[in-house]
Every structure is written in C-alpha cells, then in structure tokens.
C-alpha cells in the first residue's frame, strides 16, 4: 500500500539529517496520544496516520474543555479543526488561542474554525466542486469546503443553482469541469446530487441538508432521495459536510498521485 506523503516527507528529513531517529519513529508510527486532564484524549497522530486532520464537534462540548482541548492540539499537531461551533463556544476558545499565540480562522458561515500552531496544509492538486441547491445549503457546503482546503484540495463553489430552477445549473457547472470529485448538497426532496451525477463523468458525493418541513422533513425526504437514486452516486448523513468534505478530499488527491 503506498506510504502518505507526509511518512515520505519525514524519510526524507531523517536521511538528510534534519530529524533525529526517534523523532522520525514517534511521528511515523501515527499513534501518539496526548492527555487532556480527565475530559479528552487526542489523537496527534490522525493525520500522518489517516492523511486529514483532527477535527473536534464542538456540539454539546463544554467552552472552556473546547477550548483547551482545540489549543492543545493545535499546539502539538499543528493545526486543529473545530466543527458546528457556536458564537459562545467561539468567543471562549478564540481568547485562549490569543493568550497562548495560536493562529485562528473562524468561518462563521459553516460554523467551523480552524487554528494552526505551523503552516497551512501545502497544497496537493487535488480539485473540489460544492454545489448547493439553494442558499439554505450553504452553511453545510462551507463545512465541507474548509475539510477539504485542510486536506490541500482546491475547492471551486456553485451556491444556489436548485432543480426548480434546472436552467441556472448548466452555467455553474462549467467552472466547475475540472474537478476530481463532486459534493452537492440539498434539502427539501433532494434531487440535485442525482441530476448533477448525469452530467459530469466523476465521482458524486450527496449530502442531505435538514431543510424541508412536514412529513419527512428536516432532511429525511432528501436522504431517502438520494439512497433511491438511479444516478450513481455516493450518500452521507444528514448534514454531515465533514464526512463529504473528507472523502471528497480523499478521492481528489488519489486522482493526482502519478
């Protein structure tokens, strides 16, 4: 199975003499493990490990253990992702991250923040497509799009190009051709993954969006959709923009490994 390329990268330091042996070991082996007081343990080795970051929900985390939990592990991994983060959690945790130098970027429209302790992740070749249906998707995409930049895809956006509209898809689109893999995200029935999977000659990730109201609303409606499907596509949970982001971001650098 071919090495990510960070193991390669660390070689490539211990044989030039810039890491020591038990350094390389430690940092190659992927499963370092770091102590939060009683309330967490990291995990320091995911993305040498995996090839993407650790990501931290912030839902139903105290702020004060969200905070420590995310400056630490920005600290000893260099970067951390923060995921449905809220304006209270984001307050707290962007005080703390001043106090210890951490840099911070908080996406308020996907509700994610990202702090970095090194620099940003080098870019891979690998290319994202997001669409929505509607604006009241976007807050998902933005999700998925930070996840993605994080794994070094570029990642090119077409908000709000809905199936009632089917007109306004085709334009938005174009800008879009170049893509290794595609994520679109929609709620209400969920049709657009399903259409967009006809016209493009990749990979179609569909994420429902908890959009939608009555019977099988919040979402449920769109996910049955997209299962249904009769466009060969790939389906997420409900609202899950990190898990399409991830494996959209895994799928486009397997397609620019030579």
Avoid: W
């Avoid at 199975?1 to 992927?30: C, F, N, R, T, V």
């Avoid at 709000?160 to 995200?185: E, M, N, Q, T, Y």
């Avoid at 179609?204 to 019977?215: A, K, T």
């Amino acid at each position: 199975m071919p090495q990510h390329s960070a193991i390669s990268d660390i070689l490539s330091q211990y044989k030039a003499g810039k890491m020591p042996l038990d350094a390389a070991a430690e940092a190659i082996e992927g499963l370092r493990l770091e102590r939060v007081g009683d309330i967490a343990c990291l995990d320091i080795g995911r993305n040498v490990r995996c090839g993407m970051p650790e990501v931290v929900l912030a839902e139903g985390k105290d702020a004060a253990h969200l905070a420590e939990i995310a400056v630490r592990l920005a600290a000893a991994a260099g970067r951390c992702v923060i995921t449905r983060i809220s304006p209270e959690q984001a307050g707290v945790v962007k005080a703390l991250a001043k106090k210890k130098k951490i840099h911070l970027d908080y996406r308020e429209a996907g509700r994610v923040m990202v702090l970095g302790n090194g620099p940003a992740p080098a870019k891979t070749g690998g290319i994202v497509g997001i669409i929505t249906a509607g604006t009241s998707d976007i807050r998902v995409a933005e999700e998925a799009k930070v996840i993605a930049e994080e794994m070094g895809c570029e990642v090119k956006t077409a908000y709000d190009v809905g199936a009632a509209g089917i007109h306004r898809l085709f334009p938005a689109l174009k800008p879009l051709v170049s893509a290794h893999a595609f994520i679109v995200c929609a709620g209400r029935e969920g049709t657009l993954p399903s259409v967009v999977a006809g016209l493009v000659d990749k990979p179609v990730i569909g994420v429902p969006v908890s959009v939608g109201y009555g019977y099988m609303g919040e979402g449920r409606a769109a996910l049955a959709s997209m299962l249904q499907s009769c466009s060969v596509i790939s389906v997420v949970n409900i609202d899950a923009g990190f898990t399409a982001g991830a494996f959209a971001a895994r799928i486009a650098n397997l397609g620019v490994k030579p």
